[in-house]
T-cell receptor, first 112, second 114 residues
Framework: SQQGEEDPQALSIQEGENATMNCSYK?????LQWYRQNSGRGLVHLIL?????REKHSGRLRVTLDTSKKSSSLLITASRAADTASYFC????????????FGKGITLSVRP | NAGVTQTPKFQVLKTGQSMTLQCAQD?????MSWYRQDPGMGLRLIHY???????DQGEVPNGYNVSRSTTEDFPLRLLSAAPSQTSVYFC?????????????FGNGTRLTVT
């Protein structure tokens, strides 16, 4: 069953602009991860934020987590054409046999 | 350091045929898993393994078998292919069974069942 749901489904921006992608989920989580997938390739891990963290940075990436709203956002600053990809959020629940559940993804197009 | 290697990259099967999708990792990871990716469905977990000799079912295990005889290899077997199994299959591994460590993905096998 799908846990994370990304929004919007597709996003098109100009190079240099910021891209904001959102993920909402339904049940309590242990952590939330963001992955990137370039066309025809496997997913690549970008960043992980734990349930007791509110914000995390990695290079041009900034992730926030609001557990009261059950939502996360991924901000890519100063976007580049190379950022064109699909982005997925993935959540792990708090159960004993916790598994990672992926959303359906957001397609980001960065126009040069 | 190759990471996660999947073979073949592409495969076409006829309904009823069987085949094995290969997955190997050279990072000494405990945990390995198989996902399928379908348009509009995201990634769904088929089977996973937390170590050699241990496998378990994910969200969509029907029609698939796995085994884990070594740490490095985690093949996925399609017993009798059906058109509904047309998909892109990804193998992924992580260092431990704990979900807080990142998954490393292979580049996928695109399977078409006619």
């Amino acid at each position: 069953s799908q846990q994370g749901e990304e929004d919007p489904q597709a996003l098109s921006i100009q190079e240099g602009e910021n891209a904001t992608m959102n993920c909402s989920y339904k049940t309590s989580i242990n952590n939330l991860q963001w992955y990137r997938q370039n066309s025809g390739r496997g997913l690549v891990h970008l960043i992980l934020i734990r349930s007791n963290e509110r914000e995390k940075h990695s290079g041009r990436l900034r992730v926030t987590l609001d557990t009261s709203k059950k939502s996360s956002s991924l901000l890519i600053t100063a976007s580049r054409a190379a950022d064109t990809a699909s982005y997925f959020c993935a959540t792990s629940d708090t159960g004993a046999n916790s598994k990672l559940t992926f959303g359906k993804g957001i397609t980001l197009s960065v126009r040069p | 350091n190759a990471g996660v290697t999947q073979t073949p990259k592409f495969q076409v099967l006829k309904t009823g045929q069987s085949m094995t999708l290969q997955c190997a990792q050279d990072m000494n990871h405990e945990y390995m898993s198989w996902y399928r990716q379908d348009p509009g469905m995201g990634l769904r977990l088929i089977h996973y393994s937390v170590g050699a000799g241990i496998t378990d079912q994910g969200e969509v295990p029907n029609g698939y078998n796995v085994s884990r005889s070594t740490t490095e290899d985690f093949p996925l077997r399609l017993l009798s292919a059906a058109p509904s199994q047309t998909s892109v299959y990804f193998c992924a591994s992580r260092a431990t069974y704990r979900v807080a460590s990142p998954l490393h993905f292979g580049n996928g096998t695109r399977l078409t069942v006619t």
